[in-house]
């Protein structure tokens, strides 16, 4: 397998939220400031967690932004600042493969561009 820059460094961050309408804020954020080329919003899921020792169950709504390593920081601050949570979780996965034109496409769109971002 080729070993592609794109790939070494595009991510999968995952956050979750109680609501829909929490996630489609994140959501619209992360694209917004070019934070993430797409994000996409599953559930609800049923989590279960402890929090404060007690064990909880709760249903939820996954984000998975398609980001790269570079704007990973910024990514994870702007969820924090408008993260419902105490504690959210935020964690970053590594693609490891993927279609190189779709890579490509990735990394353009978070790289910010002047010239064609108004």
Do not use: N
Not at 10 to 37: G, N, P, Y
Not at 80 to 89: I, K, N, V
Request: net charge negative; with cysteine.
């Amino acid at each position: 397998m080729p070993h592609d820059t794109a790939q070494h460094e595009a991510l999968q961050i995952v956050t979750t939220t109680e609501h829909k309408d929490d996630a489609l804020k994140i959501a619209h954020l992360l694209i917004e400031r070019r934070l993430a080329a797409c994000v996409q919003i599953v559930g609800p899921v049923t989590s279960v967690f402890r929090w404060k020792g007690v064990v909880e169950r709760a249903s939820e709504w996954q984000c998975w932004a398609k980001t790269t390593a570079a704007r990973y920081t910024a990514a994870e601050t702007a969820i924090r600042e408008h993260h419902p949570y105490d504690e959210p979780e935020i964690l970053a996965v590594p693609i490891v493969a993927g279609s190189e034109s779709y890579l490509h496409w990735l990394a353009e769109e978070v790289t910010q561009r002047r010239t064609t971002d108004g």
